[in-house]
């Protein structure tokens, strides 16, 4: 597998500690750790014992024809003499004699005259130092802790920005820091993961299993990771050189997803695999998205390959206890899931079916959607506006919906407020800009990063391109706003390169928004305003002039 990154998330500026502590294993985090353990080795051994119950049919399905195979002699070449190995040891075993003991030269034992005096008896002019600081013969003395202390210190003027990065068929978070005064990028940190990660999503609130928790009201740094395993992890970023999640959501005892079972003896056709039974407890499919509710901040949504969505509680130890609601709304595969940040009880939701939904979870049969022209690849409600979302699709469509307008039965597609045909290829990235009313950037397959200014003329929505940009990232799979600065964003993708974009580089990005950031000051920027970890395999040359309009 070629190396790509497939989500990427930002982390807004003072969230993360000054200094981060290292991993470490005490008595408290030993115990959830073993718990974790116990978990993982008692689904393999029970996969194992399938395994290799299935290989054993395998072979009683050959036994029939052993009769026709004969033991060779081992110590026999091929005309029949003994092997030179053989002899030798024929050879040893004959002449040795348990009752001679001349190899232990007992004649001249005494004889010997080896010095009684050790290697440390000429001690006495020796200086000792209780520390190696008064030792005038130590001349590089010990500072590494101080030294890395200050590698791995996170200034609250310094963003972070979590990457999932797949490289080589290994899998990991990679964190970087974002120093943006001095256009400085760089990884602090990695975490390793156990599949293919398909999404991210930052929360602030310590899972009830996470060893640094100490009040549920105090705000912390953790990622949220799906992958192509069923269950959710979540790490703390705040830990450098963990080993284990802070916490587990889903039954690794019950997907018995790890340790696969031959599906066949080989002599006869293969069957299909058969699915997992969907469960209304935990996901038995990969998880395709995850959304945090900001509001209610023990709670976390899910959405599966498993055509299921999933609401969790951190409150509980949820690798034992199941989600507490399990929403069945799509026929096919959930790709997308977002919480409606200004009504914290409806959730937006896309699917492979070709359908968007919103619904109440309190009352999710009374949800609302419309039929689609293509599969969902990327969905997000539109912060200036409770009532109104932005849904990308497979085929470069972008369109924007009033959820107030989409009728409560889905058998019909919903006149769209706007339709934009915004690539050649899937809409992979969509974002909407949390500080400028009517801007939103998106990122395709056809390798190229746009921004587009939506404003409303006449009681109707006029939306006109601002600028666009290669970014050298390949195929982009992911488009983020930062948190912090209003016109600069991440992307990345297949060419597993994360590129910084200060849009506000660009003149016609000036002149579109200029008058809704009013006291903004633009810096000048080299190259355009791209800030990129170059990439050893690969060379600068995706780097190419916007094109301004």
Not at 170 to 183: G, H, N, R, T
Request: hydrophobic residues 35%; glycine residues 6%; charged residues 30%.
């Amino acid at each position: 597998m070629s190396s790509l990154i497939s989500c990427t998330h930002w982390v807004k500026r003072g969230v993360a500690v000054q200094n981060p502590k290292k991993y470490d294993i005490d008595e408290k985090e030993l115990e959830r750790v073993s718990k974790l353990a116990r978990i993982e080795l008692e689904e393999a051994r029970k996969e194992w014992q399938k395994a290799t119950e299935a290989a054993k049919k395998i072979v009683d399905g050959e036994a029939d024809n052993d009769d026709e195979w004969e033991d060779e002699p081992v110590d026999a070449d091929e005309d029949g003499d003994i092997s030179m190995d053989s002899a030798k040891d024929e050879t040893k075993k004959t002449k040795s004699d348990p009752n001679d003991l001349s190899e232990y030269n007992l004649d001249s034992y005494d004889d010997d005259t080896k010095s009684a005096l050790g290697p440390f008896s000429n001690i006495k002019g020796l200086t000792y130092h209780q520390n190696n600081d008064d030792d005038p013969y130590i001349t590089l003395k010990e500072d590494d802790e101080d030294e890395e202390r200050q590698e791995l210190e996170i200034l609250p003027s310094d963003n972070l920005i979590v990457i999932a990065k797949t490289e080589d068929d290994i899998s990991q978070l990679e964190i970087y820091v974002y120093e943006e005064s001095e256009e400085n990028l760089y990884v602090h940190h990695d975490l390793m993961l156990p599949s293919f990660p398909l999404c991210l999503e930052w929360l602030d609130f310590a899972p009830s299993t996470s060893a640094s928790r100490t009040s549920a009201d105090k705000p912390g740094n953790y990622i949220a990771v799906g992958t192509f395993e069923p269950e959710i992890e979540i790490w703390s970023l705040d830990t450098v050189e963990a080993i284990y999640p802070d916490a587990i959501l889903g039954r690794q005892d019950k997907t018995k997803a790890h340790i696969p079972v031959p599906s066949g003896t080989g002599k006869k056709k293969k069957k299909k695999t058969k699915a997992r039974e969907i469960s209304s407890d935990y996901h038995v499919d990969a998880v395709l998205g995850l959304s945090w509710n900001r509001t209610h901040r023990n709670l976390l949504a899910s959405c599966s390959a498993d055509k299921t969505v999933k609401l969790w509680d951190l409150n509980r130890d949820c690798s034992t206890e199941p989600a507490i609601r399990s929403f069945n709304v799509h026929k096919d595969k959930v790709q997308a899931v977002e919480w409606n940040q200004k009504d914290p009880t409806v959730l937006l939701t896309g699917s492979y079916d070709r359908t968007v939904r919103t619904f109440d979870t309190r009352t999710p049969d009374a949800g609302v959607g419309s039929i689609l022209g293509a599969d969902v690849e990327a969905l997000k409600w539109d912060p200036w506006e409770s009532h109104s979302f932005y849904v990308s699709l497979e085929n470069g469509l972008v369109l924007n919906f009033d959820a107030r307008n989409l009728p409560s039965s889905v058998k019909s597609a919903a006149p769209a407020r706007f339709t934009l045909s915004a690539h050649d290829g899937a809409v992979s990235g969509l974002d909407v800009n949390p500080h400028i009313r009517g801007c939103i950037a998106t990122g395709g397959t056809d390798k190229i990063v746009k921004v587009w200014n939506v404003n409303e003329r006449d009681g109707k929505l006029d939306v006109s391109l601002v600028t666009s940009r290669d970014l050298g990232a390949g195929k982009v799979f992911s488009v983020t706003w930062s948190p912090d600065d209003p016109l600069t964003l991440a992307a990345a993708g297949s060419q597993a390169k994360l590129q910084i974009w200060d849009v506000g580089a660009n003149m016609g990005v000036r002149r579109a928004f200029g008058s809704k950031l009013q006291g903004k000051e633009f810096k000048e920027r080299s190259n355009g305003g791209v800030v990129a970890m170059a990439n050893d395999n690969e060379d600068e040359s995706g780097d190419e002039d916007a094109d301004e309009p």
